[in-house]
């Protein structure tokens, strides 16, 4: 498992098939913890942290095919679900 304290692109796990993945991001004012889950296993495969803002999370999410992505509802989860939806995720 690879583990992250600062942002880092999810291009590492480009070449993962299209919905293979599950990603979980848990959103805060300053940074949200994420983590990435082999979708047939639950395994984890990566962990990190990712700063709350737009650049950053296009950053975190350039290059990855579609995917699960999840994350509570809270502040900034309409701003963020708008973010993916214009990358093209769901």
């Not at 990712?50 to 995917?67: I, K, W, Y």
């Not at 809270?74 to 995720?89: A, D, F, P, Q, Y």
């Amino acid at each position: 498992m690879q583990q992250h304290k600062t942002a880092l692109r999810l291009s590492a796990l480009a070449e993962r098939e299209a919905n293979s993945l599950i990603i979980g991001i848990d959103l805060g004012d300053r940074s949200g913890s994420y983590c990435v889950r082999v979708r047939e296993d639950r395994r984890v495969v990566m962990e990190g942290v990712v700063a709350t803002s737009a650049p950053t999370m296009l950053e975190l999410f350039e290059g990855l095919r579609r995917q699960l992505i999840v994350f509570e509802t809270g502040r900034h989860s309409r701003w963020v679900t708008h973010l993916l939806e214009l990358m093209g995720r769901k």
